[in-house]
């Protein structure tokens, strides 16, 4: 019934987090209850944000909107920005600045770095997952200026028009040898229908051509996003492409994707565009292909080693245009990257909510919105298995019934993970870092799925066990409105609300219990808000049937009340759980 869980690869810091297309709600010292409700009130004067890359100064601006003053730090070494982050809450940087281990380390109030741009190559993303921080880009700024620029790129190819230029300056003026290409009517293979890709094909199309677009992603869509666009198998689009132009991210599965064997079933004198990332194309097969005429051009904005080296097989070449990796370089996209990390950042701190987020599993935003209320029941379930556990949760097994069963339950499963790391640390939990922490801790989560949630709609069943399963709790919520409820507790059918404080007592079911306590406590001033009240199975060797108490109190009794409730003849065993709370104004990650 139980699968894999979520893989390692984060680590911690509290918070809360959400995320769509790549958004995630996220508070640096979660803790019970933090999820939901972004109330905490940072004051965003009091923030420290520091810019360390040139940014377009439209940024100021918006900040200033939101009330934070950054420090603008240019050209700052790996010991100038050690000696300067200690007391920073975000840093933001374009791709000069290098954002390492040790600046991470050295900066124990900092929550979020935020790349203006795409790449984050130059921040170490492994670092700040481990230390809890997220890493969050801007991927949008740039789409549209890329996508012109690889159109850019397939007309002057198409025209021959740098070699023309070349020509004209030098006195050349020979008409003849600059004949082009048509584009209307024209076949353009766009592989990776991705945001740059899409404006590709949309282009494409406004320019007369057929396109056809591969992306694994869309294989089984009905119809392509793009209209005008017709979706192709990649095999297809290379035999029949005049053009063809790429537009995926450099991983593992593209890495080479236009192979020498890729390259040999293109249609004979198609031309080839790499406006993407160096490292898709065999670039010396490409050499080859051009020398044969297999290839009738190429054009790179990107290449496997930039600048290239002096001897790279396409330098000097006229059936070969290059440009030095200028797809994002237009004033328009530099200043909305600048826009845009700007938002992301002030809302991240003043909100929780983190765009972008690129150490943090993305939700899409309908799903968020309906996974919202689990997400905080999940928190709180993990908090409550934490706190009643004796010894540390080694393994947790969490089973989404009902309508969860086809949801993307990353996140709560994060949130569950959160609230269990969270007990018993003084922050420093968050859904960025709590896998990683939980691999630390040898905390295994296993998720299962049901389609028939009995009795309710939804609801999430959590069991967890300590080393050996030595000892085991079980947990079942759901979501009413938008309130979490308890409605399982080991064998124990309830309705309980989650939240504030929950006195457990374990004790002899005998009658008169309930008075003693109500009166003890109505004595001592505390007020019972709740009760529940449930057998136990008698246990061996137990002369009496036994009993648990759910009592949800309004305030932390004290310790000396909790010691004259556990004085209490019929009081086996006793305990104060805390859920549900707001999480703290702020918190650093030690
Ligand atoms: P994106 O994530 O929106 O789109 C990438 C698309 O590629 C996705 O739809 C994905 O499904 C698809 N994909 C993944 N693997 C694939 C495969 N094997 N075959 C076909 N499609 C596959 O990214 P984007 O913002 O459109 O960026 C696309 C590329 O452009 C990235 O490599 C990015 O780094 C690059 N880029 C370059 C510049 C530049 O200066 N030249 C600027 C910005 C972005």
């Given at each position: 019934m139980f699968g894999g869980g979520l893989s390692p690869g984060s680590s911690e810091k509290p918070g809360r987090l959400v995320l769509a297309g790549r958004v995630a709600l996220y508070h640096r010292n979660t803790c019970p209850g933090g999820f939901v409700s972004s109330t905490h009130s940072v004051s965003p004067a009091s923030l420290r944000v520091l810019i360390c890359d040139d940014l377009s100064p439209k940024a100021l601006e918006i900040f200033g909107e939101y009330g934070i003053f950054p420090e603008i730090c240019l050209g700052l070494d790996e010991d100038a920005l050690v000696a300067k982050v200690h007391d920073v809450d975000a840093i933001i940087v374009r791709s000069a600045t290098r954002i390492t281990r040790r600046v991470i380390e050295s900066a124990p109030k900092l929550t979020v770095v935020g790349r203006a741009g795409v790449g984050v190559d130059n921040v170490d993303c492994a670092a700040?997952?481990?230390?809890?921080?997220?890493?969050?880009?801007?991927?949008?700024?740039?789409?549209?200026?890329?996508?012109?620029?690889?159109?850019?790129?397939?007309?002057?190819?198409?025209?021959?028009?740098?070699?023309?230029?070349?020509?004209v300056r030098s006195g050349v003026w020979n008409k003849k040898s600059l004949t082009g290409v048509q584009l209307t009517g024209k076949t353009l293979g766009v592989i990776g229908l991705g945001r740059i890709g899409?404006?590709?094909?949309?282009?494409?199309?406004?320019?007369?051509?057929?396109?056809?677009?591969?992306?694994?992603?869309?294989?089984?869509?009905?119809?392509?996003?793009v209209e005008g666009v017709e979706l192709s198998a990649l095999d297809h689009l290379l035999a029949v492409s005049d053009f063809v132009s790429l537009h995926v991210p450099l991983i593992d599965s593209t890495r080479g994707l236009i192979s020498r064997e890729r390259i040999a079933s293109m249609k004979p004198g198609a031309r080839l565009i790499n406006a993407a990332r160096g490292g898709l194309v065999d670039?010396?097969?490409?050499?080859?292909?051009?020398?044969?005429?297999?290839?009738?051009?190429?054009?790179?904005?990107?290449?496997?080693?930039?600048?290239?080296?002096?001897?790279?097989?396409?330098?000097?070449?006229?059936?070969?245009?290059?440009?030095?990796?200028?797809?994002?370089?237009?004033?328009?996209?530099?200043?909305?990257?600048?826009?845009?990390?700007?938002?992301?950042?002030?809302?991240?701190?003043?909100?929780?909510?983190?765009?972008n987020a690129i150490n943090a599993p993305a939700v899409s935003a309908s799903d968020l919105a309906f996974l919202?209320?689990?997400?905080?029941?999940?928190?709180?379930?993990?908090?409550?298995?934490?706190?009643?556990?004796?010894?540390?949760?080694?393994?947790?097994?969490?089973?989404?019934?009902?309508?969860?069963?086809?949801?993307?339950?990353?996140?709560?499963?994060?949130?569950?993970?959160?609230?269990?790391?969270?007990?018993?640390?003084?922050?420093?939990?968050n859904f960025v870092n709590a896998p990683a922490l939980a691999e630390e801790r040898g905390l295994r989560l296993l998720e299962g799925r049901e389609s028939d949630a009995g009795a309710f709609q939804n609801q999430i069943k959590v069991r967890a066990s300590t080393k050996g399963g030595v000892e085991s709790h079980l947990v079942a919520g759901t979501v009413f409105g938008s309130r979490p409820r308890f409605v399982r507790i080991d064998e124990l059918h309830l309705d309980f609300p989650p939240e504030g404080h929950?006195?457990?007592?374990?004790?002899?079911?005998?009658?008169?219990?309930?008075?003693?306590?109500?009166?003890?406590?109505?004595?001592?001033?505390?007020?019972?808000?709740?009760?529940?009240?449930?057998?136990?199975?008698?246990?061996?060797?137990?002369?009496?049937?036994?009993?648990?108490?759910?009592?949800?109190?309004?305030?932390?009794?004290?310790?000396?009340?909790?010691?004259?409730?556990?004085?209490?003849?019929?009081?086996?065993?006793?305990?104060?759980?805390?859920?549900g709370e707001a999480a703290p104004v702020s918190g650093n990650r030690s």
């Open positions: 700040a997952t481990e230390a809890g921080v997220v890493v969050m880009n801007t991927p949008t700024g740039n789409t549209t200026t890329t996508a012109e620029l690889a159109i850019a790129l397939m007309v002057s190819m198409a025209r021959h028009i740098p070699r023309a230029d070349r020509e899409r404006v590709v094909a949309a282009r494409g199309v406004g320019l007369g051509m057929n396109v056809l677009a591969f992306d694994p992603y869309l294989a089984a869509a009905e119809c392509s996003p670039e010396a097969a490409v050499a080859e292909a051009l020398d044969s005429g297999q290839l009738a051009g190429a054009a790179f904005d990107v290449l496997s080693e930039e600048p290239p080296p002096a001897d790279h097989p396409l330098l000097g070449r006229d059936d070969v245009v290059m440009t030095p990796h200028i797809g994002a370089s237009s004033t328009e996209a530099q200043v909305q990257v600048a826009l845009d990390i700007a938002h992301q950042i002030a809302r991240f701190l003043l909100e929780g909510r983190a765009d919202g209320p689990y997400i905080n029941l999940a928190e709180r379930m993990g908090s409550y298995l934490a706190q009643r556990l004796t010894g540390p949760i080694r393994k947790l097994e969490v089973t989404y019934l009902g309508e969860l069963e086809a949801r993307d339950t990353r996140v709560v499963s994060l949130a569950l993970l959160a609230g269990a790391l969270a007990h018993g640390r003084d922050g420093g939990v929950i006195l457990v007592t374990e004790h002899d079911d005998v009658p008169g219990v309930v008075g003693h306590l109500g009166t003890l406590l109505g004595e001592c001033g505390v007020n019972i808000r709740r009760i529940e009240l449930g057998k136990t199975s008698t246990a061996a060797g137990e002369s009496k049937a036994g009993a648990v108490g759910f009592l949800a109190i309004d305030a932390d009794p004290g310790p000396e009340i909790l010691e004259r409730v556990r004085a209490l003849k019929f009081i086996r065993k006793l305990g104060l759980l805390r859920l």
